[in-house]
């Protein structure tokens, strides 16, 4: 059985934990009356991505820890919208946009992996995803 990790040692939450104070950063800079707009709202996004995994980290249900992973990337993809929304009213250029981008789409290819390795702990008939075929030679 593996090890017991701390949510603080999933590196995809540490990672999302990061873009959060990042993203409440940069909206320090935006217009006051963006303040309980966009900007709030691009924070509590930002925020609630590693407060799923969080939330469910320890859940003694599989199918709910999968929930979680995938509330997380939700939430991530929301975020992503909501700067796309700031660079269009050009709270930020498109470099920045470019660069928190990316960094959102990483996190959300890890938790698409994460999301997969849990689901491999399901039964088969219980499984989303199935393995990718195995090549033999």
Known sequence: MPEYLRIEDLLVYQKLCDL???VCELTRTW???ERFELASQVRRSSNSAPAQLAE???????????EGTN????????TIHHLFMAKRKKYLTEEA???F???????????NGLERKLEMQLPPE??????????SS
């Open 101 to 111: 981008r990316s960094r959102y789409h990483e996190c959300i290819r890890m938790l």
């Open 56 to 66: 469910k980290h320890s859940d003694r249900h599989l199918k709910n820890k999968i």
């Open 126 to 135: 219980a499984r989303r995803f199935t393995p990718a075929p195995s090549s």
């Open 20 to 22: 959060h104070l990042d």
């Open 31 to 33: 217009p006051a009356e």
């Open 97 to 99: 946009f470019e660069v």
């Open 71 to 78: 509330r997380a990337r939700g939430e991530a993809a929301e």
